[in-house]
T-cell receptor, first 111, second 116 residues
C-alpha cells in the first residue's frame, strides 16, 4: 500500500543546515516531491525528483533519494527564518494518479 | 508563472447547507484534483478528474461530494448537506503530466471551509 512517513518536528539554528527525512513504502513510486506550507497558506512545490535519480540540487535545496531503502531527504543549506514552515513529502505512484502526502515536518528555526 | 486559483478563500456555512468550492486550474493542464486538510492534520486525497470524468476517488469522497467541470476553465467541488467534520482547508490542484512541468502537481492557495 501507499504510505509516507515523516518525523513531525525539527528544530535547527539559523545558519545551520536542516535535513528533513521521509520514508515511503510503494516501490513503484515514479516521482517524489517536497512541498512547503507556511502558516495559513497553500502548498508550494519546492522541488521534485524522478525515481531513477539519486540526487537533485536546486540552490539551497538538495534532495537525496535512496530507492533501495525507500528513503528521501531534503537538505536546506544555511537555514533562514523564512524557512520556518511545514514541509510535506509526497509520492506519485502511477503516471495519471494522485500523489500521497506524509503528515508533514514542522521546521522551527532557533535564533 | 501560471497558477491554480481558488474561490472563496474562506467560507462559513451552517450545518446541512450545500457548499460549492471553485477552482480555475492552470490552462493547459488535463488532470485535476481536490485534496483536503483538516486543521493540524495531513493533506488527504479526495478525488482526481481527467477527460471529464472521475479517475480515482478516496473513501472520504462519498455521495455527499461531487465534482464538475462545467466549462473549459472551472473545476468545482460540491459538498451537500455539510457536517461539522467537513470543516477543513480544501485544495484544488492540476497537472499536465505530459509537458515540461516534469509530472508536477500545482496546488491552489486553498479554500478554508468552516461548518458551524
Amino acid at each position: 500500500g501507499e504510505d509516507v512517513e515523516q518525523s513531525l518536528f525539527l528544530s535547527v539554528r539559523e545558519g545551520d543546515s536542516s535535513v528533513i527525512n521521509c520514508t515511503y513504502t510503494d516501490s513503484s513510486s515514479t516521482y517524489l516531491y517536497w512541498y512547503k506550507q507556511e502558516p495559513g497558506a497553500g502548498l508550494q512545490l519546492l522541488t521534485y525528483i524522478f525515481s531513477n535519480m539519486d540526487m537533485k540540487q536546486d540552490q539551497r535545496l538538495t534532495v537525496l533519494l535512496n530507492k533501495k531503502d525507500k528513503h528521501l531527504s531534503l537538505r536546506i543549506a544555511d537555514t533562514q527564518t523564512g524557512d520556518s514552515a511545514i514541509y510535506f513529502c509526497a509520492e506519485k505512484v502511477r503516471r495519471d494518479d494522485k500523489i500521497i502526502f506524509g503528515k508533514g515536518t514542522r521546521l522551527h528555526i532557533l535564533p | 508563472e501560471p497558477e491554480v486559483t481558488q474561490t472563496p478563500s474562506h467560507q462559513v456555512t451552517q450545518m446541512g447547507q450545500e457548499v460549492i468550492l471553485r477552482c480555475v486550474p492552470i490552462s493547459n493542464h488535463l488532470y485535476f484534483y481536490w485534496y483536503r486538510q483538516i486543521l493540524g492534520q495531513k493533506v488527504e486525497f479526495l478525488v482526481s478528474f481527467y477527460n471529464n470524468e472521475i479517475s480515482e476517488k478516496s473513501e472520504i469522497f462519498d455521495d455527499q461530494f461531487s465534482v464538475e467541470r462545467p466549462d473549459g476553465s472551472n473545476f468545482t467541488l460540491k459538498i451537500r448537506s455539510t457536517k461539522l467534520e467537513d470543516s477543513a482547508m480544501y485544495f484544488c490542484a492540476s497537472s499536465d503530466f505530459q509537458g515540461n512541468s516534469g509530472n508536477t502537481i500545482y496546488f491552489g492557495e486553498g479554500s478554508w471551509l468552516t461548518v458551524v
